[in-house]
């Protein structure tokens, strides 16, 4: 399932790829046809000139992000093309322009345990963005079910006709279920509120309990039950019912997120939905 919220934390563990093996990675997908065309080229250059790791990676959904470290807890998603996103990060060091897009490559895991790249995307397709920019890209090559695919990014950051690329991420993995359950609506019942593109206002406190209310998409059914996790949480909380409240404590002043799946009678859950809030 995912994060709602679209992930929304960035609290992604930061294990990444060494260079060398991204590069290899790229060189794959291109060997294969799988990177378009352009006349742009890679430049050798060294650490000091290279952008940063991206940040927030992972499918979005909701006001959120998802993105399921853990290889044997794969999230679920709806879409065989889902929406993968990320934030993207210049040079720690440059305070000039930057020209940055982000790279994202999907491997599928084959009967071994060994990986086979599927498709690699940039976002955006065309121009540029600044630095600290969240980009989106939905993926134009169809997924398969009951396969595991993983997903990562890097950042590229332009420079006339040469392009330097960042260390990747940590993986996302996930597999593609269009029949499990849609991503749920969360309904916050206060104090906090749900943080938008315009307004993510702290409310409540460290100590304030607030409730959330889970149900399923418009027109999903049955429903049984949810998983959720909170930043914080080490592990999913499942909860019964096809509608379900629960009261959450934050313990500090901090920006929050809340992850939820449904569950169906056949005991799959599906996507997540994820949202964001700020406490004060």
Known sequence: ML????????????????????KSRLGALAAAGLLALTPLGMAHADERNSPAT???QGIAGGSGVGCAEDESAAGTVGSPQPRLTARVHGQTDDSQTAHLRADFTVDSRN??????????????????????TVVT??????LSPDTLYRMNAATRSYAGSQYTVSAATA?????????????????????????????????????????????????????????YK?????????VSGSSATITFTPPSRTFETLEVAAQDV???????????FMVA
Not at 111 to 132: E, N
């Open 137 to 142: 890209a939905t993926l134009a090559t169809t």
């Open 54 to 56: 991206p940040t927030e």
């Open 230 to 238: 909170f930043r914080t949480d080490a592990t999913w909380t499942h």
């Open 171 to 227: 993986f996302c993995y996930f597999t593609v279920d269009p029949t499990a359950p849609q991503a749920p609506r969360i309904i916050y019942g206060g104090p906090y509120t749900e943080c938008t593109s315009n307004d993510c206002t702290a409310r409540g406190g460290a100590g304030i309990p607030g409730t959330f209310t889970f149900a399923p998409a418009e027109g999903d059914s049955p429903v049984i039950g949810y998983r």
């Open 266 to 276: 056949l005991s799959r859950y599906g996507a997540s939905t994820t949202t964001s």
């Open 111 to 132: 009967a071994d345990g060994s990986w086979t790249p599927v498709t690699a995307t940039l976002a955006p397709s065309t121009g540029f963005v600044d630095d600290g």
């Open 3 to 22: 994060r709602v919220g679209m992930y929304m934390n960035n609290g992604y563990g930061k294990s990444v790829l060494p260079k060398w093996h991204l």
